[in-house]
């Protein structure tokens, strides 16, 4: 793990080349989504919350706009290096479940906390059968 700090359009857009990361499907969350996720009630949404709040994610979307698959780094299991493939979950697409699903972010909730980057092309999301939302960070390695 990395000392955390703020990185700004230029350094995403490096790591986008580093890790082949098409720059034009690339994007940033904004902050106001934490902000969100805290305004949930947090009796009831505790664990989902704390799940969403996680620094390594994949959010696997239907067309229909639901969570049908869920990724996240405390779920992966490993250390130093997560198993993210633990258990064979990733032979299908989309993977096995890993995560417990919940409503909690829906597909247009997170569309909305997404800030397009100058060479991000606007998802138009029905034209896909999926979407897979990737939180990733540079804290992680």
Known sequence: MKKTKTVDEKTIVRYTKIYNIPAVDSYELD??????????DTTKYKT???????????????KSGRLTSFQVNCYAGGFPNLKWHRNEILTTFPPKQQ????SIVSL????????LLSQTTKLINDSYDYIVIVYWNRFMG
Do not use: M
Request: net charge neutral; proline share 5%.
């Open 31 to 40: 902050t106001a989504y934490f902000s969100y996720l805290f305004l949930l």
């Open 48 to 62: 989902q919350i704390k799940n969403h709040y996680q620094p390594l994610q994949a959010l696997y979307y239907d």
């Open 99 to 102: 995560a417990p699903i919940d």
């Open 108 to 115: 247009e909730t997170q569309l909305k906390y997404l800030k």
